[in-house]
């Protein structure tokens, strides 16, 4: 009985004597379908009306149908006001009619529903030969299919330009699943390719940027993982810099299920793309100046995107330079150590005798990556005390010079380093004591 429900709309819209059908359930539930006349929105495209009456409930369904000489196409919409929103199909609608519905076609995964009375079914009426064979029955059938392609192309122009909702529904051009009545290579040779060709230069990507509200589907990206609950994270983390790119986030999973390998250009945006993304940028300020972001929030960002990195593909950070160090340029993992309280003067000697830590460092709001090798206040003062001991730099009296400046107030040593670093810029500019 649900079987007969799925498909009845269909048939009394492809039978145009029948007008009204009433169906008795076991329960002695009485459903009442009635046919209204037509509203025509354009000279091809028609909406037609049905009233579905249970008891004293009457609900409206509405088809949106085109035809060309005997070959008709349909498929449900939903009309809200001025709002017109496309349906997804039941599961169990057959999709190809001979004014009644082939029941096995379900799968078939045209776009919309197709019907002409003179398509050939097959035997059991289970579906219509779409083989390699060349034979007039065959070939008849192929070219009704071919035209159901362009009424389809009508439609969509018109979805389109009256922006009608969930567009995306009418993407759903997989392949046909296994039947010994269809080729597939035929199929998605005269079919699946004509169908994309088209698709791929429509606007039919909603998305949530007010300045490029629906966009060409070969301008979208389509965030993917191989788990799709991952997916949002993505969409999350990319619409900070490619918003104009991007479907609408409540839409992001049914692209998910439209959108794979075999659409001729690859859509889908991985991690692993918007890794290589934001490793464009090459620093901290750049990033933050395409995300109109200050420094330090674009850091907060970064962060948690290396995190999530870490927990899905931890090898993107050393594939890919998106680590910053405390100079904020980006470099991949290996390239830097973890920074443990080293004092900031400390790095500055360093610097002074030409051996510049904060390069090689990871910079301190980076919290989320901890590094294979870290660095203290001794591996630096061991550095320092080399360079020193070693004598062959021409930095280091003014690296002496500078670490007596160092001296905390409260030192032991603080007396004679005043008393040292006086005598000393008699001879040598030095820096201000740093208390």
């Keep these: 009985m649900d079987d007969l429900e799925n498909s009845l709309p269909y048939t009394l819209i492809f039978i145009d004597k029948i007008k009204r059908v009433e169906i008795e359930r076991t329960n002695c539930e009485k459903i009442v379908y009635e046919k209204q006349e037509p509203t025509h929105l354009t000279a091809d495209i028609k909406i037609v009306e049905f009233d579905k009456i249970q008891g004293d409930r009457t609900q409206k369904l509405y088809f949106a149908c085109l035809s060309k000489e005997l070959t008709s196409i349909a498929i ?91 567009l995306y529904l009418l993407a759903k051009t997989d392949l046909p699943n296994q039947k010994d009545w269809v080729s597939t290579d035929w199929y998605a040779q005269n079919i699946q390719k004509v169908l994309r060709a088209r698709l791929m230069q429509s606007s039919i990507v909603y998305t949530d940027n007010p300045l490029y509200p629906k966009i060409q589907l070969t301008e979208a990206l389509f965030p993917y993982a191989k788990s799709k609950s991952k997916i949002s994270v993505i969409w999350d983390f990319a619409n900070t810099f490619l918003s104009d ?102 790095k500055d000697i360093l610097k002074i005798l030409q051996e510049d830590w904060r390069g090689k460092l990871k ?51 603080s007396k004679n380093g005043d008393e040292v670093l006086g005598f000393a810029k008699d001879f040598y500019p030095t820096p201000d004591k740093k208390i």
């Design 76 to 166: 449900q919409v939903e009309k809200d006001d001025n709002q017109t929103s496309i349906l997804p199909f039941n599961d169990k609608t057959p999709k190809i009619f001979l004014g009644f519905p082939l029941i096995g076609t379900e799968d078939f995964n045209f776009p919309v529903v197709i019907n002409n009375p003179f398509l050939e079914p097959t035997e059991p009426r289970d579906g219509v030969f779409l083989t390699m064979k060349n034979e007039e029955n065959i070939i008849n059938n192929q070219k009704i299919v071919q035209d159901s392609v362009e009424l389809y192309f009508i439609l969509l122009q018109y979805a389109i330009d009256k922006d009608w909702q969930n």
């Design 245 to 346: 790119c991007l479907p609408k986030k409540e839409h992001i999973g049914f692209w998910y299920d439209i959108i794979d390998n075999s659409w001729g250009k690859d859509l889908r945006y991985t991690l692993k793309r918007l890794v290589g993304d934001v490793a464009k940028f090459a620093n901290v300020l750049q990033l933050a100046d395409k995300i109109n972001q200050s420094e330090e929030e674009a850091l907060h960002w970064l962060n948690n995107l290396i995190g999530f990195v870490l927990s899905e593909e931890r090898d993107l950070l050393s594939e890919f330079a998106i680590v910053p160090n405390q100079y904020g340029e980006f470099k991949k993992k290996e390239e830097l150590w973890t920074d443990k309280d080293i004092p900031e003067e400390l």
């Design 363 to 413: 910079h301190n709001q980076i919290t989320s990556c901890e590094l294979e090798i870290a660095k203290s206040i001794q591996d630096i003062v061991d550095g320092i005390n080399k360079i020193i001991k070693g004598n062959t730099n021409s930095k280091i009296k003014d690296a002496v010079l500078g670490l007596i400046a160092c001296f905390p107030a409260d030192s032991s040593l």
